[in-house]
């Protein structure tokens, strides 16, 4: 009886992060949920600022993404050293990651880190995304939500995933 305690005590104690971007409020909208439930959060900002119109920020943000391209952060922190648990909060772009979280996972040390993603994409498509992770991670677990900011339910399926 004392190991499932002992094991219960120390996933209580686990600091805990999540890092994420958010251009249309659904990783904010996570970020929330995380924060009340025991995360720290940092939201990563770009410093080249999307277009206004709907229609051509999809179209920019998708063709960086299909280019892999990366960004400059805004005052970026990618010390993780006192975070035993890692969780990036990604939109899903033209099925691949966004400028900035190719730059996140550029320039953070995930080394010895329990990794998580949380995907929030309108199509809750990821295939191309878990190919490329599966390049370059070996251990690694994921959920994805559609647009959780409009479809609150989807948020439940957090409750597991953090557990």
Do not use: C
């Not at 399926?157 to 953090?162: G, H, N, S, Y």
């Amino acid at each position: 009886m004392l190991i499932p305690v002992f094991i219960i005590l120390i996933l209580l104690i686990m600091n805990k992060i999540f890092i994420y971007f958010s251009l249309t409020g659904n990783g904010d909208y996570v970020a929330t949920y995380l924060k009340e439930n025991g995360f720290d959060t940092r939201k990563v900002i770009e410093k080249k600022k999307a277009p206004k119109v709907f229609f051509f920020r999809v179209l920019f943000g998708g063709f960086r993404a299909g280019l892999k391209l990366k960004a400059k952060l805004v005052n970026y922190d990618n010390n993780v050293s006192d975070y035993d648990e890692v969780i990036i909060g990604s939109p899903i772009w033209n099925g691949l990651f966004p400028p900035a979280i190719n730059s996140v996972l550029k320039q953070t040390d995930l080394t010895n880190k329990k990794l998580s993603f949380i995907f929030y994409s309108g199509s809750g498509d990821t295939p191309k995304v878990l190919k490329r992770i599966d390049k370059m991670f070996k251990n690694y677990s994921y959920v994805v939500l559609k647009e959780p900011k409009t479809h609150e339910d989807e948020i439940k399926k957090i409750v597991d995933f953090i557990k």
